[in-house]
């Protein structure tokens, strides 16, 4: 029997809900105008976390933008900034927009404590504060916030393969479309079938063919060097190959060592009129040169298509572009 592949490390290893915390410590920002507070947040937090802090509104931003912490722990009252206005600045911001938020105040009141939630954040802490109390609501919202960065993750990971799903390569097709027609910068598309794979299936069952599946993208993957680069599964056989910055003579070069090391993997296929092997079809297409006017990135998925049609119909276990 063809060995399986030690499957690639993704989100989809830790699915299981207790298991969302990373292995890394989480990132705390403490956030307070009184060194005093501070001191109290630190000695209740420090150990299995990792800690910043910050005594302005301008340095927690900052902070939020340069450390990227998991959680932040916001004073409401500060001189110059108060913590609703960071909290606004937070939110509207580009990037970490989403970083979840646990107010700490001295008011007192469902007044007060309405106006936090309401503002935006998970939570509300009242000081002066218990270090128990602390530990156990920063528990429960990083553990929230792992669980929901997993999801986010799995939701654009196909499961089968390992490799980005259909919905990521749409989503990121459209943007690097975008940023090669600013820019006039190359953007090339390889897309790859499996040759014969439904007399696969009838030959060797949905179980084998689903392990071929798993071979063939895990080869794409080893292929693909930059981190820009994505390998998707496309449909049901097929996957895509997204290079941004790479030219047409380039790809065509790399689709070649691609058809040559899913022939090497040597997967029996008794039942393929191509080769006694698994074998895959290849067609590359690439956007060059000055922004074509009107186009749009379905043109380049349409261009790959014809080339794999191309390929298919020159005999298969090939490269057209
Ligand atoms: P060609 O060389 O022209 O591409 O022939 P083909 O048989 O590969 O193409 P066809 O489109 O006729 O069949 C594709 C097969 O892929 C049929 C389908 O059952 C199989 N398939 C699609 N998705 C999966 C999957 O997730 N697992 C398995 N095991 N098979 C799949
Ligand atoms: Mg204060
Ligand atoms: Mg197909
Ligand atoms: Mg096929």
Not at 260 to 274: G, N, Y
Not at 312 to 321: D, E, I, L, P, T
Request: with cysteine; charged share 25%; hydrophobic share 45%.
């Amino acid at each position: 029997a063809h060995p399986e592949p030690r499957p690639p490390e993704t989100p989809a290893d830790r699915l299981e809900v207790g298991q969302a915390w990373p292995a890394r410590k989480p990132r705390l920002l403490l956030v307070d105008d009184q060194p005093v507070h501070l001191q109290v947040l630190y000695r209740a937090l420090t150990g299995p976390y990792q800690l910043f802090m910050a005594t302005r509104g301008e340095q927690a931003l900052h902070l939020v933008r340069e450390q990227q912490p998991d959680l932040v722990l916001l004073d409401v009252v500060m001189p110059d900034m108060d913590g609703f206005e960071v909290l606004r600045r937070l939110r509207a911001a580009r990037d970490r927009a989403d970083t979840p938020v646990i107010f700490v105040t001295a008011h007192e009141g469902a007044d007060i404590e309405s106006r936090c939630l309401e503002a935006g954040a998970v939570d509300f802490i009242s000081k002066p504060v218990n270090p128990a109390v602390v530990r156990a609501r920063v528990r429960t919202h990083l553990t929230l916030k792992f669980q929901s960065d997993l999801l986010r993750a799995l939701a654009f990971i196909d499961g089968l393969t390992g490799v980005a799903n259909r919905r990521h390569f749409d989503e990121r097709l459209a943007l690097e479309w975008g940023r090669a027609q600013r820019l006039g910068t190359p953007l090339s598309l390889i897309l790859a079938d499996v040759d014969h794979f439904k007399a696969y299936n009838d030959h060797y069952g949905h179980q084998a063919g689903d392990a071929v599946l798993r071979h063939v993208a895990q080869t794409l993957r080893a292929h693909v060097r930059r981190p820009a680069d994505m390998v998707a599964r496309y449909g049901g056989e097929e996957f895509a190959c997204l290079l941004p910055d790479t030219p047409l003579a380039d790809a065509q070069a790399l689709a070649e060592r691609m058809q040559q090391a899913v022939r090497d993997l040597a997967i029996p296929h008794r039942d393929s009129r191509t080769a006694p092997v698994v074998t895959a079809s290849f067609g590359v297409a690439a956007r060059e040169g000055p922004a074509l006017r009107g186009a749009h990135p379905a043109l380049l998925l349409g261009l790959a298509d014809a080339q794999l049609y191309e390929a298919k119909h020159q005999g298969r276990a090939r490269v057209c572009a």
